[in-house]
């Protein structure tokens, strides 16, 4: 259900359009359906589907239609391409000139879950004429672990291979192979930097697309306000049949494993600091803490990722919105003291002259805490800002994160304004206030510290290192 917005309905044989055909290896010319194609082995979803229906499917790889299937069915109304697409035009056009691109590469999504990222490239193919969709979605597999891809590198027959995730280079491998590769991510941390982020659709958007599927009304408005702008959310609110919106690992009796991992964010497993914060969170050895988490990995709704030897949650708000509940306020003073010590500690790098710092990396010289905790606490603040209300065993929990960065940030000198500057969007989301006092605060001093990051860079690999912190500033003003 998506409305064709490219070629307005009728197909156009323009060279881009054949360009994009024959980039994916397509035998077939443009008609209604599919079946003029010339067997499996140019129509790889097909093949994949014929070798599971006699039971010879690889496992871990699945096509990007039934992925859609699954996450559209999974409400007690199928979602639609539509409520996907809404008010993400802008994403929605990046996607269209990857997919046309001449040559193969890699493109990143970041959604609030690596699934909706995923539902929002089949959602993106949807808008093409219905002779060329088809074809695009004959040759989209999804592999949900690196081994799944490595089944599908050698295929004879170019592939977008989709890819929950990957190790840093394996993704270029498969580019090598002549594979177009898209990453789906379900968090903020440890993204690429050319990441698109997928916007949230405006609430009344999502009650138009609502209604237009056939809810009610009353329970169109309901949703739309209760999912806070959310499609991840709003998938728990309508579940297709009652009690199957709660995976298992959200349980009472399981949600202690997760909720270590869900504070910290994510984290690298390889940094004895990244180890010694989470182990302090969790409460008991990290080994132990480990040992508990690892068998989730291989659940199918798995909530936790680990990539090498970075761990981080799949999807950070719909884990905080499944498992908030459980978390105690011995919980939140041991991840707030564990906050306090790595926002507070400075990357030791800023000491040095600018032309000597990318020279660190040989010597040892690097910050205590890696970016990928640093920013995964950041985004647990956020959601403790703003959906603080779930944790009901908290008293005022909305409020816990104003006195950490309001402390962090009055009396911050220039290497913690300078260190705190690339995580500046995330304490944004998590107190914009205090933020915002803080900021003011010392730009009132005689020689203001905050200046630092106006001081541009002039290192090998300079930077500006103000630009988070302006759109930080900036995006206060303009989300609700």
Same mark, same amino acid.
């Given at each position: 259900m998506c409305r064709s917005r490219l070629g307005g309905g009728h197909a156009r044989n323009t060279g881009s359009d054949s360009g994009a055909l024959k980039k994916f290896g397509r035998t077939c010319e443009p008609? #209604? &359906?599919s079946t003029s194609c010339s067997g &499996?082995? &140019? #129509?790889?979803a097909v093949g994949l589907w014929? =070798?599971?229906?006699?039971?010879?499917a690889p496992t871990g790889v699945i096509e990007l239609t039934r992925a859609w299937e699954q996450w559209s069915l999974s409400t007690k109304i199928p979602l639609s391409c539509d409520l996907v697409l809404a008010d993400r035009d802008v994403q929605a056009a990046q996607l269209h000139r990857w997919i046309l691109a001449a040559e193969p590469s890699v493109i990143a999504l970041q959604a609030e879950s690596s699934s909706e990222a995923i539902t929002f490239l089949y959602a =993106?193919?949807?808008q093409f004429p219905r002779e060329y969709r088809d074809a695009l979605h004959s040759h989209a597999i999804v592999a949900t672990s690196s081994d799944a891809a490595n089944l599908l590198a050698d295929a004879t027959s170019p592939l977008t291979i989709i890819l929950q995730e990957a190790e840093p280079g394996f993704s270029r491998q498969l580019v090598s192979k002549g594979h177009h590769v898209f990453l789906a991510f379900g968090s903020a941390a440890g993204t690429p930097e050319d990441v698109i982020e997928l916007s949230r659709p405006k609430r009344l958007s999502i009650e138009r697309e609502l209604v237009r599927m056939k809810f009610a009304e009353p329970d169109a408005r309901r949703l739309a306000h209760e999912c806070a702008r959310s499609? #991840?959310?709003?998938?728990?609110l309508a579940p297709a049949a009652p009690g199957s919106s709660i995976p298992w690992w959200a349980s009472k009796e399981n949600s202690r494993l997760v909720l270590p991992a869900l504070l910290a964010g994510a984290?690298?497993?390889s940094e004895a600091a990244d180890r010694s914060a989470v182990e302090r969170i969790a409460g008991i050895s990290y080994d132990q803490f480990v040992e508990g988490l690892t068998p989730l990995l291989a659940a199918s709704d798995s909530p936790v990722r680990k990539v090498g030897t970075a761990w981080r949650i799949a999807s950070p708000r719909d884990a905080w919105l499944l498992i908030a509940s459980s978390i105690s306020p011995s919980d939140i003073e041991r991840f707030t003291s564990v906050v306090q010590d790595v926002l507070i500690s400075v990357d030791p790098r800023f000491g040095l002259a600018p032309d000597k710092r990318w020279f660190t990396a040989g010597d040892g010289t690097t910050a205590a805490y890696s970016d990928l905790l640093r920013n995964g606490l950041c985004d647990t603040l956020a959601l403790l800002s703003l959906f603080g209300k779930r944790a009901t065993a908290v008293p005022h929990a909305s409020t816990r994160p104003i006195p950490i960065i309001r402390d962090l940030l009055e009396k911050a000198? =220039? =290497?913690?304004?300078?260190?705190?500057? &690339?995580t500046a969007p995330r304490p944004r989301r998590a107190a914009p206030e205090a933020l915002m006092e803080a900021l003011e605060e010392s730009l009132r001093r005689n020689d203001p510290p905050v200046r630092a990051l106006f001081e541009e860079d002039t290192g090998f690999f300079g930077s500006s290192?103000?630009?988070h912190l302006l759109w930080g500033a900036r995006s206060i003003g303009m989300e609700p």
């Open positions: 008609s #209604t &359906s &499996s082995s &140019s #129509t790889p014929f =070798a599971q229906v006699i039971g010879q =993106a193919i949807e499609l #991840t959310v709003l998938k728990r984290w690298v497993d000198d =220039a =290497a913690q304004w300078v260190d705190v500057s &690339s290192r103000h630009c």
